[in-house]
């Protein structure tokens, strides 16, 4: 088991106090890593962090673009709510020996920097919600073929009407959701962010053969089933982030 | 004395709020205390906007006026705003000292034979740019905590008695660090003294119950200052 520690350049020299305690105290490498560095992780390695937004954002991005195991990532803080609270210095050592057996994943809603974005990623930022883009993708893209077969429009008023617009929302989720991929990959939804993953390729390879011409399009039939399966997996996380916020307000009151 | 001036390129677009803002930016009720951004030495070297990489990408300097883009005025107002808050000069406080927190816990653990390689990598940190770093980040906080009298920047109910303030210490080799030079008895003092501090703290902790925490002595009782006044304003 190899532990990396992603810190940033403003955290170095708390990087470098805690590469001293592992290599001293509890006889293991620490290695520091950044956004340049790629390493190929064991299912097993320990990344390390610390609970700071502009550090998390990138060491997220890090995670997602390694493929590294999210189970095993560690936040450091000063408070309780960090895997590793810094503040109670004298247990640091146990708290480190107890993260490198645990495999859990991230409780999103004790880090206000993931929840935050979590939030974000459904609602928008003031425009349409997620799931209301990604509603009219399959509104313009689905009906685009029966439109076609009805022969109600011609190719041009067709491309016009469905096509152009269907498009226009497709780029708009696509970029909302690759931004927030690294922040959904460590919350737990992995294995739905790898199943959109290939829903989005398959759309984006058939969507790339359109051509604005004077010709009908023939949509792929993965294309519409995919579209389908990315709604689908959207819903799910929806419905599981706002349960766990409601989770977390019944708590708090 | 000069004060440079703030302006805001508002214009007729400029609401209250914003006018309320710029009237603080400019010194406020309490004339004269530096959250303008002096580069006259002799009275405050930068005040609370001076010499910040954020600041400065958002000013544009015109004579004696310094305009701040609009764009920037509410991520500056928020900056100037978050310095006040005394929750957030605590954050700093426990952030800048941490990493010597972690070396002096890990020095009170390690076995007899590891601890003097272990204290020496320790104190070659104190041998590179780190220190200056440190005390440049120290004095932020003093200025803001524990300035003069004539130079205070929070509003009154925030303030520090003078008691208060004189317990706003660094560890004691600190203020030594800015003087070190390159002159190798000077810096082997330095050493011996940071190397002395480090060991008197390595077994003296306070830990409080309520929050679980463990810090050295000398820090623990500066964030329990803070945290003080901070229940007391709530």
Same mark, same amino acid.
């Given at each position: ?35 340049? &560095? ?18 998390? $954002? ?5 995670i ?9 990532? +560690? &936040? ?111 919350? *737990? ?11 989005i ?21 993965? #294309?519409?089933?995919?579209l389908?399966? &990315? ?11 706002? +349960? ?10 | 004395?000069?004060?440079?001036k703030? $302006? ?5 677009e ?28 002799? &009275?405050? $070297?930068?005040g609370?906007? *001076? ?23 509410e ?40 601890k ?44 520090? #008695? ?15 660090l ?22 008197n703290?390595?077994? $003296? ?7 679980? #925490? ?12 803070i ?8």
């Amino acid at each position: 088991m190899k532990n990396f520690l992603f810190a940033g350049n403003s955290f170095m020299p708390l990087a470098r106090s805690l590469e001293r305690y592992f290599r001293y105290l509890l006889n293991t490498e620490l290695k520091f890593i950044d956004d340049d &560095i790629f390493v190929e992780p064991d299912k097993i390695d320990l990344l390390y962090t610390i609970n700071e937004s502009s550090v998390l $954002q990138k060491c997220l991005s890090w995670i997602h673009k390694n493929k590294f195991n999210s189970n095993r990532l +560690r &936040i450091l803080g000063c408070d309780t709510h960090a895997d590793i609270n810094l503040l109670m210095v004298e247990t640091l050592g146990i708290q480190i020996e107890n993260s490198f057996v645990i495999s859990r994943r991230i409780d999103q809603s004790n880090f206000l920097f993931i929840s935050d974005r979590v939030k974000l990623f459904f609602k928008g930022h003031g425009e349409q919600s997620l799931l209301g883009c990604i509603g009219w993708v399959n509104y313009y893209l689905g009906n685009y073929p029966a439109m076609a077969k009805s022969n109600d429009y011609s190719p041009k008023e067709l491309n016009e009407t469905f096509l152009a617009p269907g498009i226009q929302n497709w780029e708009e989720f696509t970029r909302r959701f690759s931004k927030y991929v690294p922040i959904l990959y460590v919350s *737990g939804w992995d294995k739905q962010v790898n199943e959109i993953e290939r829903c989005i390729k398959v759309v984006a390879e058939d969507i790339k053969r359109i051509e604005f011409s004077d010709s009908f399009h023939t949509f792929d039939s993965g #294309t519409i089933k995919s579209l389908a399966e &990315i709604t689908s997996f959207i819903e799910e996380m929806a419905f599981q982030a706002n +349960r766990k916020q409601n989770e977390t307000y019944t708590a708090d009151h | 004395m000069r004060i440079i001036k703030y $302006q805001v390129r508002v214009g007729s677009e400029m609401n209250e709020f914003d006018k309320v803002k710029l009237r603080e930016f400019q010194g406020g009720a309490c004339s004269g205390h530096p959250i303008y951004y002096s580069e006259n030495p002799d &009275i405050h $070297q930068y005040g609370l906007l *001076g010499n910040v990489s954020i600041v400065d990408a958002a000013i544009i300097k015109e004579n004696d006026t310094v305009l701040i883009k609009k764009d920037n005025f509410e991520q500056i107002w928020d900056y100037y705003w978050n310095q006040l808050e005394l929750d957030y000069q605590k954050k700093k406080i426990i952030d800048l000292f941490l990493p010597l927190t972690i070396d002096i816990q890990g020095l009170s653990e390690i076995e007899k034979e590891k601890k003097d390689s272990y204290l020496k990598e320790v104190l070659t940190e104190y041998n590179t740019d780190y220190p200056n770093k440190l005390s440049s980040e120290w004095k932020k906080v003093k200025e803001i905590l524990a300035p003069d009298d004539r130079m205070e920047v929070l509003g009154e109910a925030f303030r520090l #008695t003078k008691q208060e303030k004189n317990k706003i210490q660094s560890p004691p080799f600190f203020e030594l660090l800015n003087d070190a030079g390159t002159e190798n008895k000077v810096k082997e003092f330095i050493e011996n003294k940071v190397k002395e501090f480090i060991e008197n703290n390595a077994q $003296q902790y306070k830990t409080n119950s309520k929050d679980n #925490t463990a810090l050295p002595v000398w820090l623990k009782d500066v964030v329990d200052l803070i945290d003080k006044k901070i229940k007391k304003i709530k």
